[in-house]
């Protein structure tokens, strides 16, 4: 089964997110907000909802359709 990331924006989006998060932070010490960071500007797309639960410590998946 899919993630709820990959579902949202496809797999071209979470792979150019991933690069992006690499190349921004290497030989850095990088933060959760430097991952969502990454992923906001490779995707194009409000992913506020989404990352909100794991940048607070808490899972909310299940508001994301």
Same mark, same amino acid.
């Given at each position: 089964?899919?993630?709820?990331? =990959? &579902?949202?924006?496809? /797999?071209? $989006?979470? /792979?150019a997110? =991933? $690069?992006k998060? %690499?190349?921004?932070?290497? !030989?850095?010490i @990088? &933060?959760?907000? +430097?991952? %969502? #960071? @990454? !992923?906001? #500007? #490779?995707?194009?797309?409000? =992913?506020?909802?989404? !990352? *909100?639960? %794991? =940048? +607070?410590? *808490? &899972?909310i /998946?299940?508001? /994301?359709?």
């Open positions: 089964q899919k993630g709820v990331l =990959l &579902t949202k924006v496809g /797999i071209k $989006k979470v /792979i997110g =991933l $690069k998060y %690499y190349v921004d932070n290497k !030989f850095k @990088a &933060t959760k907000n +430097n991952f %969502y #960071s @990454a !992923f906001k #500007s #490779s995707c194009h797309q409000d =992913l506020d909802n989404f !990352f *909100e639960g %794991y =940048l +607070n410590g *808490e &899972t /998946i299940s508001s /994301i359709n």
